[in-house]
């Protein structure tokens, strides 16, 4: 084995070997330059799925977002632990060539049971030798695990969401791929083990050659191979499943929010019963919002000391079912004239609607410039959404299916913003 190794060593070009010696500069820039991009793209990819989700409806949205976030999350643990181990790696090179005659073991005078290990290199050259190969399998492994994810992300595009956005029935083709593919995970965590069995081998190729394209295994093959056939596979599995463990966690922490999920690292008891009044949200609030933050509706501020309440609220794509729906029964032509708008018991009559365009296209809505002057000193609650009369109209019609009226009804609740009027006196 050593003199295959020895003959490949041999047989590399000058320019890979003078690459592979001095490699660590290269990963450095690459390590830097991505440990502050991964930090930006983690912001820019949550906004960037939200923003999806408004404009149009995408099948598989939800998976995209946690396999990008997860991908996202992997790089980022994957470079920042290089960069330490490289600079680890650079102190013992410096300490190694400060004294370069070797630990001095006359003068290390421990009692037992406390003992030195004897070895034949009394320098740090085998430790030196062994932190930059550490270093090589972690970057390594952080850039081809982002491909397999980007991976699976093509092929739920390929598999999911291209036939919906085309709208084509894949059928009885979709049942075969999902168990195909369930079949080609097992075999992926399992280092290959359905490959190995034989005659099964011939019923699985056509499938797992076709995931290995789409999935981008097939050009990590190679690499793959020279990884697996060569790491003690329980350290692997133990290492990875650390690293995952980190990985998941930090893109939950990133995420959950997004995606309406409980925070499951709170363990206050009654964060739903603090208090009894209305809920107040930052994002119902235009001056608690980041310069980059969206939210579907807002007013300028909590406490009102303006003559006029500046409501806005967020087009999405999920109000075209509505309006196409209440143009059947009523002649409709904006969408303002869907909502409805009162404050405290009185609803508000003749409201003048202004379509509204923000620096991010996307967040485009309505805004209406609602008078108060006359609201009394102190709480008020600000009420809107879809007419009633239209929903009633809607939800009488026998045409449309039980379960979609109960998905209108969950998706159409009135929005309440509480606010205090200031006399500014």
């Known amino acids: 084995m050593e003199q295959l190794n020895e003959n490949a060593e041999n047989n590399s070009p000058s320019w890979l070997k003078n690459l592979q010696e001095n490699s660590w500069e290269l990963e450095f820039l690459i390590s830097g330059g991505a440990v502050f991009s991964l930090f930006q793209l983690s912001r820019y990819w949550v906004d960037t799925i939200e923003s999806i989700g408004v404009s149009f409806p995408f099948p598989g949205a939800n998976l995209f977002f946690m396999i990008g976030a997860l991908g996202i999350e992997v790089l980022k643990i994957g470079f920042v632990i290089h960069l330490l181990m490289r600079a680890f790696w650079i102190s013992m090179v410096c300490i190694n060539f400060a004294y370069p005659q070797g630990i001095n073991e006359s003068k290390v005078k421990w009692?037992?049971?406390?003992?030195?290990?004897?070895?034949?290199?009394?320098?740090?050259n085998n430790t030196i030798i062994s932190i930059d190969r550490i270093c090589g399998i972690i970057i390594f492994l952080s850039i081809s695990s982002t491909f397999i994810l980007a991976g699976l992300m093509f092929s739920i595009f390929l598999t999911i969401s291209l036939p919906a956005l085309l709208g084509i029935d894949l059928g009885f083709l979709n049942i075969v791929l999902f168990v195909a593919a369930i079949f080609y995970f097992i075999d992926f965590i399992t280092f290959g083990l359905l490959r190995k069995i034989r005659y099964f081998s011939f019923v699985i190729y056509p499938f797992f050659v076709f995931f290995d394209i789409i999935t981008f295994k097939y050009f990590l093959q190679k690499s793959l191979y020279l990884f697996f056939t060569n790491v003690s596979r329980w350290k692997f599995v133990l290492a990875i499943s650390v690293y995952l463990v980190f990985a998941i966690t930090l893109s939950y922490l990133n995420i959950y929010r997004t995606m309406q999920w409980p925070n499951v690292f709170d363990k206050r008891a009654y964060k739903w019963e603090m208090a009894a009044g209305e809920y107040l949200g930052s994002s119902m609030y235009k001056d608690q919002l980041d310069a980059n933050s969206n939210s579907a509706y807002h007013i300028q501020s909590k406490i009102i000391k303006d003559n006029f309440i500046e409501l806005f609220i967020r087009y999405n794509y999920r109000i075209d079912e509505i309006m196409n729906l209440s143009k059947q029964k009523e002649k409709l032509e904006f969408l303002s004239?869907?909502?409805?708008?009162?404050?405290?018991?009185?609803?508000?009559?003749?409201?003048?609607?202004?379509?509204t365009w923000s620096k991010n296209s996307t967040n485009i809505g309505i805004t209406a410039m609602i008078p108060i002057k006359d609201?009394?000193?102190?709480k008020h609650v600000l009420v809107f959404g879809i007419k009633p009369e239209l929903l009633e109209e809607i939800y009488k019609d026998k045409s449309l299916d039980a379960v979609y009226i109960e998905e209108l009804k969950r998706n159409n609740e009135y929005t309440t913003i509480p606010f205090w009027k200031d006399s500014g006196e």
């Open 111 to 124: 009692q037992k049971p406390f003992s030195l290990k004897k070895s034949t290199d009394k320098g740090l």
């Open 337 to 355: 004239q869907l909502i409805a708008v009162q404050i405290d018991d009185v609803i508000l009559e003749d409201i003048e609607w202004h379509p």
């Open 375 to 378: 609201l009394k000193y102190g």
